[in-house]
């Protein structure tokens, strides 16, 4: 029976390394996105690879109208449905701190927007009680800090979501992760200088071996776990006065 | 960013951009893959440069013929179409070369004698110039001469087509026999019929044993393809003495009694005995923090004892040198700056050390006064006027780039170094 991924964010380079890995073992997908261009290029190299189908819609986190369609297509699907969710966006703090309108989007792409889609497709995995959601939520969700704190709000909403889904939809046999990457080597990092950054490849292997093990919450790289174990301990008194 | 070449001799500063989709490629500057080119081909000081790494996708395949952007490397082209009985027709010695940079430097393979070079596979190059976007193809005369092999100087190569080789098996039937001096290994190639060849030599062979070695053959065999597993690592930078003479005598040794003295053939994975040293990942490292040269000429086949000669002044210099390859070329050859002529070409490496500098001058000179040429994509050392005379069609090649490209905007370290194109 065919196993569909729906992707939401497929132009980004985690999306494109998770894409490979299960095309070449024989997944379908649904690529959501806004560059229909740079997501064609990506179905065709799935295709090439491996998938039976790869299906280009054009998705905006920040028009929900543009969801309707997904879920129809959704509904249609035979077998499996998964979905991965690898939207978000991340301005420079000063640039929200000069432009606070600069805060909605942010937090639609990374939070609302994306659990207003799972939402919608939430009643249709239940139907057919299998199933996985990967959510890819942020190391920077688990504390405000100075350089990136409404990134990290919108993430930790999301992070919060995923794991009020993952409480509702455990009972019909539909299976939440929550992946929570430190820095990973791609275009939102480049030419940033970062701890302990992983590449999409090593964060996509990962994320397979937690899907396999269904694992609740993972960090990609593992060095993260017990680094946010920490920092969520520092007490606030003293975390308020920290930079990094 | 700081950034080098495979060599690690050389370094440039400067802005480097890793566009991850199509739309946001610029034109402002060279284009660069992984940077397997040893010296500074793939380098732009003070300037801007494009790595292309990130767009790497196979984006069609029909026929025999697959669409791939320009960052995809030649090992997943390999990995990918292997097990669907095709393999790339050309493949270099490292899977790491991307096909933008293949086609860049026109790059050849074991089998070169029998399948000519990269470039001649090629069938459509969508090219970003200074004026957009356009398809290019062989009937584009001027400007496909231009750009295959072309030192990525007519623009940013964005994909290609590529026409592959239906292959029957998916592993590769090796045979390899001892050498055990210079006449022997150059009759052992003359004589072959394999459609791949090349010969190791142990360049640290002197007096009789000069230029024994191992020749190896290969065809395409039977049984079922297996990708290999993953590579070993070398971790930091290689003590200075790890490649001293002794160690690297040894080396030699081991590796020309590996083959017994009857010879053998056996079966290896594809990725084996094309890539054999991908499977150390950053082998460069071993040549420690200075880096390494590798010198790499092509001579005319009247001009055989020209290279005996310079193996003789290399085997004599007592400048280590692990990794030393003889191939009998042939003719084939894709644009205007492309090395390939037919004839033998040599190919050693050398730690930088002022020692090496100046043996691979004289090594230039012999190939020159033989007529011969020498391969940009390992050089950093030559000097342009050499390079001129090397590459007869140079002339059409700058006229060629310079109206493709009139800002030279897409110039590199190595072409102001040989200054290939010129003034502005």
Known sequence: ?244 | MTYSGWGRALTADGELARPERRAVVTAQGPAIGNRRSYGDAALNDNGRATDMTRLDRIIGFDGDIVHVEAGCTIATLARIFAPKGYLPAVMPGTGFATVGGAIGMDVHGKNHHNDGSFGQHVTEITLLGIDGTRAITPADEVIWKATIGGLGQTGVILSAKLRLKPITGGQMRVTERRVQNWDQHIEMLDASTATYCVGWIDAMAKGDALGRGIVEEAEVGGGDYSAPKGAKKVPFDAPNFALAAPIVNAFNEAYYRRVPAEGRTVDRRIEDFFFPLDKIHDWNRLYGKRGFHQFQCVVPLAQVDALKSMLSAIASSGLASPLAVLKRMGAGRGGYMSFPMEGYTLAVDFPARDAAAELIAELISLADAAGGRVYLAKDSLASGGVIKSMYPEHSEWSEAVNEADPDHRFETDMTRRLNLRGAK
Request: aromatic letters at 6%.
């Open chain 1, 1 to 244: 029976m065919t196993d569909t991924w729906i992707i939401l964010g497929a132009t980004s380079a985690i999306a494109r390394a998770f894409i490979r890995k299960q095309a070449e073992a024989g997944a379908a997908f649904i690529l959501c996105g806004r560059d229909i261009v740079d997501m064609e290029a990506t179905a065709a190299d799935a295709t090439v690879r491996g998938a039976p189908e790869a299906t280009v819609m054009p998705i905006d986190m920040r028009d929900a109208a543009t969801f309707d369609a997904v879920i129809e297509a959704a509904k249609g699907l035979e077998g499996t449905i998964n979905c991965a969710v690898f939207v978000g966006s991340m301005p420079d703090q000063a640039e929200i701190d000069a432009d606070p309108s600069l805060i909605d989007g942010v937090v639609t792409d990374s939070f609302t927007g994306p659990a207003r889609f799972l939402t919608m497709l939430c009643p249709v995995m239940e139907a057919r009680e299998q199933g996985v959601v990967v959510g890819i939520s942020s190391v920077a969700g688990d504390r405000g800090r100075l350089n990136n704190y409404v990134y990290g709000a919108a993430k930790a909403g999301f992070t919060t979501y995923l794991s009020g889904l993952r409480n509702r939809m455990g009972r019909k046999g539909v299976h939440v992760m929550t992946v929570k990457p430190g820095p990973v080597d791609t275009a939102m990092t480049w030419g940033m200088k970062m701890p302990a950054m992983t590449t999409p490849e090593a964060a996509v292997e990962d994320i397979l071996k937690g899907v396999q093990k269904k694992r609740n919450v993972i960090y990609t790289a593992k060095i993260w776990f017990p680094i946010m174990t920490v920092i969520k301990l520092i007490p606030e008194p003293i975390f308020k006065k920290l930079s990094f």
